[in-house]
């Protein structure tokens, strides 16, 4: 049941206003323009799968990590050149100008700096999308990858019923399109902590032969010669 609340939840948060304006579109259209909206919509709706309460979009800018050497970086933005007047958004470490690679919109800018810098103060069960808490890490990349093929596939699947003349919201496919940015952010943490558990692991292994067993080392003797 907690499963399912949560898929609802998170279908709704995905589809929510989406869903009401597709509604209020179709009245103005044609039948036949309305019928395929609607299936393009419902196709879409059963993702089947419980990607957290939080918005892959409007909460990026509570996300950003710190950076590597300590310090808080904050959003920027700049303007890409006097003529087309569009800004560009990067993070940057205010302690060491590190900088993040930069973004047209605000929530790529923070994913764009997370994924490249994934601090291991933030636990698997802190990250904000996915559901992936109470795996190990090596488990929340599987589910990771998964998530994002489907993720792509719906992108695909987008894209075709835009070519054929469907209407998708582009909210609709912001979200998609930000929902996979931060599985690749997932699996940039992912893989970090992995990597710290393997090291510890290597160096639990290494010290545990050394309490357990130090005569051996002695007894291995001098190295052959190998000519
Ligand atoms: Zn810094």
């Known amino acids: 049941m907690k499963l399912l609340n949560g898929l609802a939840a998170s279908l709704s948060a995905l589809l929510g206003p989406q869903t009401a304006r597709a509604t209020a579109a179709d009245a103005a259209k044609p039948p036949g323009a309305a019928a395929r909206h609607r299936h393009a919509t419902e196709a879409m709706s059963d993702f089947g799968r419980d990607y957290g309460p939080n918005d892959p979009v409007t909460s990026a800018p509570g996300l950003i990590w710190p950076c590597p050497c300590g310090g808080t970086p904050v959003m920027r933005f700049e303007l890409h050149d006097e003529a087309s007047r569009?800004?560009?958004h990067f993070v940057q470490c205010v302690l060491c100008d590190?900088?993040?690679r930069p973004a047209l919109l605000p929530w790529e800018a923070v994913a764009e700096w997370d994924r490249a810098y994934p601090n291991l103060k933030v636990t698997m069960g802190s990250f904000p999308f996915f559901m992936i808490?109470?795996?190990?890490p090596r488990d929340a990349r599987t589910r990771l990858l998964s998530i994002r093929h489907d993720l792509?596939?719906?992108r695909?699947?987008?894209k075709l019923r835009s070519r054929e003349g469907v209407v998708v919201g582009k909210r609709y496919r912001e979200r998609i399109d930000a929902y996979l940015r931060w599985t690749i952010v997932a699996q940039s943490l992912a893989t970090a902590h992995l990597r710290l558990q393997q090291r510890e692991l290597a160096e639990g292994a290494v010290a545990?032969?050394?309490a357990k067993a130090p005569n051996l080392?002695?007894?291995?003797?001098?190295?052959e010669c190998s000519a």
């Open 133 to 136: 808490g109470e795996l190990s």
């Open 208 to 210: 545990f032969r050394g």
């Open 86 to 88: 569009e800004p560009y």
């Open 98 to 100: 590190r900088e993040g």
């Open 156 to 158: 695909a699947e987008t």
């Open 217 to 223: 080392v002695p007894s291995l003797g001098q190295p």
């Open 152 to 154: 792509e596939r719906r």
